[in-house]
Nanobody
Framework: HVQLVESGGGSVQAGGSLTLNCTAS?????MGWVRQAPGKEREGVAV??????QYADAVKGRFTISQDKGKNTVYLLMNSLKPEDTGMYFC??????????????????WGQGTQVTVS
């Protein structure tokens, strides 16, 4: 079982930046970020898998995912934030990356989420 703890969310004005952090209780082969806006389904934002990072089209060029495997931590640097980026951001992880893409975030382990509000 992997426990994930997110931090770094908050409120920011449009055009601003935030960095989300997620620390796992143990090493995971793949990690990523998924968000859920009010009244909408969860959507993959960015995943870090062995083949390289993948990003949702809506965040390409603005968000960067990175991983420090020595610290079991994954980061999401979010620049040029827009109001439509508002939502709860969840960190996720798994040992089996074969079932994980940014479009199909079939992770087995999830954090509690951290709120991001862009106004």
């Amino acid at each position: 079982h992997v426990q994930l703890v997110e931090s770094g969310g908050g409120s920011v004005q449009a055009g601003g930046s935030l960095t989300l952090n997620c620390t796992a209780s143990s090493t995971s082969a793949c990690m990523g970020w998924v968000r859920q806006a009010p009244g909408k389904e969860r959507e993959g934002v960015a995943v870090e898998i062995p083949g390289g990072p993948q990003y949702a089209d809506a965040v390409k060029g603005r968000f960067t995912i990175s991983q420090d495997k020595g610290k079991n931590t994954v980061y999401l640097l979010m620049n040029s934030l827009k109001p439509e980026d508002t939502g709860m951001y969840f960190c996720a992880a798994d040992w089996d990356c074969r079932k994980v893409t940014v479009a199909h975030t079939n992770f087995g382990y999830w954090g509690q989420g951290t709120q991001v509000t862009v106004s």
